[in-house]
């Protein structure tokens, strides 16, 4: 038989046979991964070890190669993988797993082993050691992501636009008030909880930005929920182009801000408030010193007067000032008054728990302090004997709001005499409190003593 094969010089004249050229390319196979890689025979002893386990277990082939693992490296037995090598071996299963290395502390290692013909077995080995932190290490970052976004409410969505499906997570479910895992993924359902007169604008700038190829997108709507809240939500997404510059996904979160935009509401309230009330004060005040200068005959007069009507006025204000200027009782503001006059016991006071208004906490403190001050100069309290009662009742109808009657009683001071002619303090009580309080005021001059009487309806307060 004539051998045809090419013996020129472009051939060899002896080519390997065809199992020597199946080793040779299983060979350089082996020799080219990173995983380190080694063959047993039926009696468990090296018959390949490539260039990778050399390295990873610091022996060359040549020191390996025909010996038993088990005399080489006997801290394998009695373990996962001495169980896994039999297995592979005795029944022919291949078994995939983890493990702490036995010869490297601190690293892990991924160990495949599986039977190979001939009867033997193959084990090849991977350091996953720098894997296994950087997944340990994005566990943790979900981690407090998660707990971030739970923690504050942050819902988070996707929203792949041509499609128009949106992925939600638990919490932006939880946000618009649904239970987690019902939304239906439609941006249509989004849109049907969006306020109306909202939802225009969104578009309006989300077009705005797309058509602008911005990357970025603030925004502030309200939403309905079905339990018929109406929340405020506030939030931020970045949009994703394609390659064709199209926008293909909008990614974001979303907070609800309710309570926050209660409180700047009530925050510009309470400015507005303030400035009222400072603009009423400095009214007051210019009232007051205008009225206490025309009548005062000297400086040092003026300087008691005015000084005495601002501390009065002064006083209210503290009184409603811990009450966040919501009510005052009328026996604080009473309280308040008195106490720079040191009346003791020459003052008797009575009455049932009163809720006044800033108006009428302030009328009314004016109002005690003038006749105080009256008393002082004129009445009960200009002689050592003289006494001064205060006492108020409540009426009230289903019909009409409650009133509150109050009486000044003076006794056992000078005898009383009309005044010749009509002071601040007259004035005062007489047209400023029946303004100011809305109801009606009478000065009795009686010989033994002045008397007051007060009649105010009662505002409804909190």
């Known amino acids: 038989m004539t051998d045809t094969r090419d013996n020129g010089p472009d051939g060899p004249e002896n080519p390997p046979a065809d199992g020597d050229g199946h080793d040779a390319l299983l060979e350089s196979v082996l020799e080219s991964i990173s995983d380190a890689f080694y063959a047993l025979d039926r009696d468990w002893r090296y018959v390949i070890f490539?260039?990778?386990?050399?390295?990873?277990?610091?022996?060359?082939?040549?020191?390996?190669?025909?010996?038993s693992i088990w005399d080489l490296f006997p801290q394998g037995r009695g373990t996962a993988f001495e169980r896994c090598c039999r297995r592979a071996m005795d029944e022919r299963v291949t078994s995939t797993f983890e493990s702490p290395s036995a010869i490297r502390p601190g690293r892990t290692v991924e160990l495949r082993v599986a039977p190979m013909s001939g009867g033997g077995i193959g084990v090849a080995l991977n350091d996953v050691t720098e894997r296994k932190r950087a997944e340990a290490a994005l566990r943790e970052s979900e981690q407090r992501l998660d707990l971030a976004v739970r923690a504050h409410g942050v819902g988070i969505f996707d929203w792949h636009i041509p499609s128009g499906r949106v992925l939600w997570s638990e919490e932006e479910e939880r946000l618009f008030g649904l239970e987690p895992g019902t939304f239906d993924g439609r941006i249509e359902s989004w849109r049907?909880?969006?306020?109306?007169?909202?939802?225009?604008?969104?578009?309006?700038?989300?077009?705005?930005a797309i058509a602008a190829r911005r990357d970025h997108l603030d925004f502030r709507f309200r939403i309905h929920r079905p339990d018929g809240q109406l929340r405020h939500i506030e939030g931020a997404a970045r949009i994703l182009y394609g390659p064709d510059g199209g926008a293909e996904r909008m990614v974001g979160t979303?907070?609800?801000v309710t309570d926050r935009v209660a409180a700047e509401q009530r925050q510009r309230l309470l400015i507005n408030e303030l400035n009222h009330r400072v603009k009423n004060t400095l009214a007051a005040v210019q009232s007051i010193a205008a009225q206490t200068v025309r009548r005062a005959d000297t400086l040092a007069e003026f300087r008691d007067s005015f000084e005495g009507r601002l501390m009065a006025l002064s006083g209210a204000h503290d009184v409603l000032t811990r009450h966040q200027w919501d009510s005052a009782d009328l026996?604080?503001?009473?309280?308040?008054?008195?106490?720079?006059f040191h009346p003791g016991e020459r003052l008797q006071v009575s009455g049932p728990p009163v809720r006044l208004s800033p108006g009428q906490a302030l009328a009314f403190a004016m109002a005690i302090h003038e006749l105080a001050t009256n008393a002082v100069k004129y009445g009960a309290w200009s002689g050592v004997a003289g006494?001064?009662?205060?006492?108020?009742v409540t009426e009230g109808r289903p019909d009409r709001p409650g009133e509150v009657r109050f009486t000044w009683s003076e006794e056992g001071g000078p005898p009383v005499r009309p005044p010749s002619r009509q002071g601040f303090g007259s004035r005062l009580l007489r047209q400023g409190?029946?303004?100011?309080?809305g109801g009606a005021v009478d000065l009795a001059f009686a010989p033994e003593g002045l008397r007051c009487d007060i009649r105010a309806p009662l505002a409804e307060v909190d």
């Open 387 to 392: 006494r001064v009662r205060i006492g108020w």
């Open 192 to 208: 049907d909880r969006v306020a109306s007169e909202d939802f225009a604008a969104i578009r309006a700038r989300t077009r705005e």
């Open 331 to 340: 026996a604080d503001v009473v309280d308040g008054v008195m106490q720079p």
């Open 254 to 256: 979303n907070m609800d």
């Open 433 to 437: 409190l029946v303004r100011d309080l």
């Open 50 to 67: 490539n260039r990778a386990a050399e390295q990873y277990f610091g022996v060359s082939r040549d020191n390996v190669i025909g010996r």
